[in-house]
């Protein structure tokens, strides 16, 4: 299985911004729990604070990955851009959060990419992101 978690714009600040709502571990040092914690999947990161930049990757592995693990931070509330890359692709896509964002401001409630995922886990913490790793071994192990 290969996957790509794919970071938005603020997400490079982890362990350093905010930390009473996103904690102190920066996301460098989580990916490489992660990856320890799932040997047998293939695994890659990107993260970008560019829309366009994340819409060419979501293009260049959106055919041949087995997921991507999408957490678009502000982009979330504001891009039609990267929710019609989404819709371009045969590669599932699993939006993640850290935060409740319905916990926070309003203009957090509404997702443009929600309705293009397959799913949706926000408000676990980087937990989030082992949520979208597991729903994606679920649906291989049903279909063997």
């Known amino acids: 299985m290969k996957l790509l978690i794919l970071n938005g714009p603020n997400l490079n600040l982890l362990g350093k911004r905010e930390v009473n709502i996103y904690g102190n571990q920066s996301f460098d040092d989580y990916f490489i729990k992660i990856q320890k914690k799932y040997p047998e ?49 045969t590669t599932p896509v699993v939006e993640v959060h850290i935060s409740n964002v319905f916990k926070r401001e309003s203009f957090r409630h509404h997702s443009f990419i929600s309705p293009v995922c397959k799913g949706t886990i926000a408000g676990f913490g980087l937990k989030s992101y082992d949520l979208a790793v597991e729903s994606f071994l679920n649906e291989q192990v049903k279909e063997n």
Do not use: R
Request: aromatic share 10%; net charge negative; proline share 0%.
């Open 41 to 89: 999947i293939d695994m890659e990161y990107y993260q970008s604070n560019s829309e366009g930049k994340i819409i060419d990757k979501i293009h260049e592995t959106g055919f041949d990955f087995d997921g991507i693990i999408l957490n678009a931070g502000a982009y979330t509330h504001t891009s039609v851009a990267i929710a019609d890359a989404i819709s371009g692709i």
